[in-house]
């Protein structure tokens, strides 16, 4: 695959990726975490704010790969 290619379908799923992180984890937040206690609350918020970030950092790193 081209680099430029790649990099158009790299750019295409970390915004898909981002924004599906974003509702699940809404989602979950809003049916769940509500009600649990304070510091669970934030040890969710933590982990899914930056959970995101390993699979974002996949995504680059095969963007980057050189072409074979």
Same mark, same amino acid.
């Given at each position: 695959?081209?680099?430029?290619?790649?990099?158009?379908? &790299?750019?295409?799923?970390?915004?898909?990726? =981002? =924004? =599906? *992180?974003?509702?699940?984890?809404?989602?979950?937040?809003?049916?769940?975490?509500?009600?649990?206690?304070?510091? @669970?609350?934030?040890?969710?918020?933590?982990?899914? &704010?930056?959970? *995101?970030?390993?699979?974002?950092?996949?995504?680059?790193? @095969?963007?980057?790969?050189?072409?074979?």
């Amino acid at each position: 695959m081209p680099p430029r290619l790649r990099k158009l379908v &790299g750019t295409v799923l970390l915004v898909f990726l =981002v =924004v =599906v *992180w974003a509702l699940l984890a809404m989602a979950f937040a809003q049916s769940r975490i509500r009600e649990a206690a304070a510091a @669970w609350q934030m040890l969710y918020y933590v982990v899914a &704010g930056l959970g *995101w970030v390993i699979p974002a950092a996949l995504v680059i790193r @095969w963007m980057e790969r050189p072409r074979t």
